[in-house]
């Protein structure tokens, strides 16, 4: 199995990195583009037989924890 964390800022958090980004498109032409957020993707290998459901429980206990930044991120968790 593998899981699959997915990073982002918050809306209302300020994503200069993201407008950095976007600034660059409009530049380059893309000017239909009206919003960028850059955020982390990670990916995280399960041993055979793994139990999905506690798998699931502890990943979205680190995610949380550890991987990211509650007060100005969210997360979202897949187990595949």
Do not use: R
């Not at 995280?44 to 991120?73: C, M, Q, R, W, Y």
């Amino acid at each position: 199995m593998k899981a699959k964390i997915i990073i982002t800022p918050k809306k209302a958090v300020l994503d200069p990195q993201g407008k950095t980004v976007q600034t660059a498109l409009a530049h380059m032409g893309y000017t239909d583009v009206t919003g960028v957020h850059i955020g982390k993707y990670i990916e995280i290998d399960l041993a055979p037989g793994t139990d999905k459901a506690a798998a699931h429980k502890a990943l979205n206990d680190a995610a949380f924890k550890l991987l990211s930044n509650p007060v100005i991120e969210d997360y979202k968790l897949e187990i595949e």
